[in-house]
């Protein structure tokens, strides 16, 4: 219980306590579409939905669980991580063995970071990894600092568009999740992307007719990827979005 009150407090630290604050320069609206843990349908059917809309999306992944499945979907392997980076979708890091930020101190994070790096590495060597999301979207402001001299952005799970000055460590993101987003829901959120000229982030797990707790039906990617052409918003990976808005 003390532990999981510290992590707690921890997160919310970093939610609300900045690192640093970096103001957007994005001349348009933005989106991206992120997949965590590597479901294979993710790999398979989101990819390929991406693709068919001329988007690409970022994948972050934990190098110790390619390969290993769950109860809830079947594991992609490390074919398909190449395949993703062969076909133009960025490869992001996890901790390499889905541990929280906020379990580890500095020394186990450098070491995480640098096993994920070395099994990408071992991949391809032109695999650049720039950018981290939060393993179950727990934060730690302690660990935001060390996070900051290793990638680009790190993005958390708590909602919203971020828009103006943003905190980089701790970038929001919206669900890409059948039981807690609509259609009607994701366009509110794009509505938002374009009143603040914002940077809107999905994020999700795997994309199935019949989706996990924590996916979503190919038909909502579809009407999000559909939406964001519309209105002639460029969906771009996290890196790309991120050398937009230094612009």
Same mark, same amino acid.
């Given at each position: 219980?003390?532990?999981?009150?510290?992590?707690?407090?921890?997160?919310?630290?970093?939610?609300?306590?900045?690192?640093?604050?970096?103001?957007?320069?994005?001349?348009?609206?933005?989106?991206?579409?992120?997949?965590?843990?590597?479901?294979?349908?993710?790999?398979?059917?989101?990819?390929?939905?991406?693709?068919?809309?001329?988007?690409?999306?970022?994948?972050?992944?934990?190098?110790?669980?390619?390969?290993?499945?769950?109860?809830?979907?079947?594991?992609?392997?490390?074919?398909?991580?190449?395949?993703?980076?062969?076909?133009?979708?960025?490869?992001?890091?996890?901790?390499?063995?889905?541990?929280?930020?906020?379990?580890?101190?500095?020394?186990?994070?450098?070491?995480?970071?640098?096993?994920?790096?070395?099994?990408?590495?071992?991949?391809?060597?032109?695999?650049?990894?720039?950018?981290?999301?939060? $393993?179950?979207? *727990? =934060?730690?402001?302690?660990?935001?600092?060390?996070?900051?001299? +290793?990638?680009?952005?790190? /993005?958390? !799970?708590?909602?919203?568009?971020?828009?103006?000055?943003?905190?980089?460590?701790?970038?929001?993101?919206?669900?890409?999740?059948?039981?807690?987003?609509?259609?009607?829901?994701?366009?509110?959120?794009?509505?938002?992307?374009?009143?603040?000229?914002?940077?809107?982030?999905?994020?999700?797990?795997?994309?199935?007719?019949? $989706?996990?707790? *924590? =996916?979503?039906?190919?038909?909502?990617?579809?009407?999000?990827? +559909?939406?964001?052409?519309? /209105?002639? !918003?460029?969906?771009?990976?996290?890196?790309?979005?991120?050398?937009?808005?230094?612009?």
């Amino acid at each position: 219980m003390l532990s999981e009150a510290r992590a707690k407090v921890g997160h919310r630290l970093a939610m609300h306590l900045h690192v640093d604050r970096f103001r957007l320069r994005n001349r348009t609206p933005m989106v991206s579409f992120t997949f965590d843990d590597l479901p294979k349908s993710a790999v398979t059917t989101g990819a390929e939905l991406l693709e068919a809309h001329g988007a690409r999306g970022t994948f972050y992944v934990s190098g110790g669980l390619v390969g290993v499945g769950t109860p809830d979907w079947a594991a992609g392997e490390a074919e398909d991580v190449l395949a993703l980076h062969r076909r133009g979708h960025e490869i992001g890091c996890h901790t390499f063995s889905h541990q929280r930020a906020c379990d580890l101190d500095e020394v186990a994070m450098r070491q995480e970071i640098a096993r994920n790096r070395d099994y990408f590495d071992a991949l391809d060597p032109s695999m650049r990894i720039e950018t981290f999301a939060y $393993p179950f979207g *727990y =934060g730690s402001f302690a660990r935001k600092y060390q996070l900051r001299g +290793e990638f680009e952005t790190c /993005r958390s !799970i708590v909602p919203g568009v971020n828009a103006g000055s943003v905190d980089l460590q701790f970038l929001r993101a919206m669900p890409m999740i059948d039981r807690e987003m609509d259609r009607n829901r994701i366009d509110r959120a794009f509505d938002e992307a374009e009143t603040s000229n914002g940077w809107l982030i999905f994020y999700g797990h795997d994309v199935s007719d019949r $989706p996990s707790p *924590y =996916g979503c039906s190919p038909a909502l990617l579809a009407h999000a990827l +559909e939406a964001a052409g519309k /209105r002639k !918003i460029p969906a771009l990976t996290m890196a790309e979005a991120m050398r937009c808005a230094r612009a």
